[in-house]
């Protein structure tokens, strides 16, 4: 019913920035919540940020200031800019739908469907 591709990733310094971009293909996008998530080795998949179907954004606090995703429903894309990257950051990182409400955009189980994901590394 939906698939997503993003675009995006690559390796980078610390201080630099990336725009990542997740293409959705079907209809009714705009009636999806979307987010982020990253995993980076060995560690647990870690919420980043989301976009509700309505706009309001939620983003973790340790990317507050420098991550701003957004939306847009005419291109049927979801983009996360990363500015003022760190070592922290990087990971693989994948884009999620989904249309339930009423859920925690923070909780992976509540994601519907997902992207193949897009690896970021920062190093110096």
């Known amino acids: 019913q939906m698939q997503l591709v993003e675009s995006g990733g690559g390796s980078v310094q610390p201080g630099d920035s990336l725009r990542l971009s997740c293409v959705a293909s079907?209809?009714?996008?705009?009636?999806?919540?979307l987010g982020w998530f990253r995993q980076a080795p060995g560690k647990a998949r870690e919420y980043v940020a989301s976009?509700?179907?309505?706009?309001?954004?939620y983003p973790i606090d340790s990317v507050k200031g420098r991550f701003t995703v957004s939306r847009d429903n005419d291109k049927n894309t979801l983009y996360l800019q990363m500015d003022n990257l760190k070592p922290e950051d990087a990971g693989v990182y994948y884009c999620?739908?989904?249309?339930?409400?009423?859920?925690?955009?923070?909780?992976?189980?509540?994601?519907?469907?997902w992207g193949q994901g897009t690896q970021v590394t920062v190093s110096s």
């Open positions: 999620a739908a989904t249309d339930l409400r009423g859920i925690s955009l923070g909780s992976a189980n509540n994601y519907q469907y």
């Open positions: 079907g209809q009714s996008f705009r009636s999806y919540s």
């Open positions: 976009i509700t179907w309505t706009g309001t954004t």
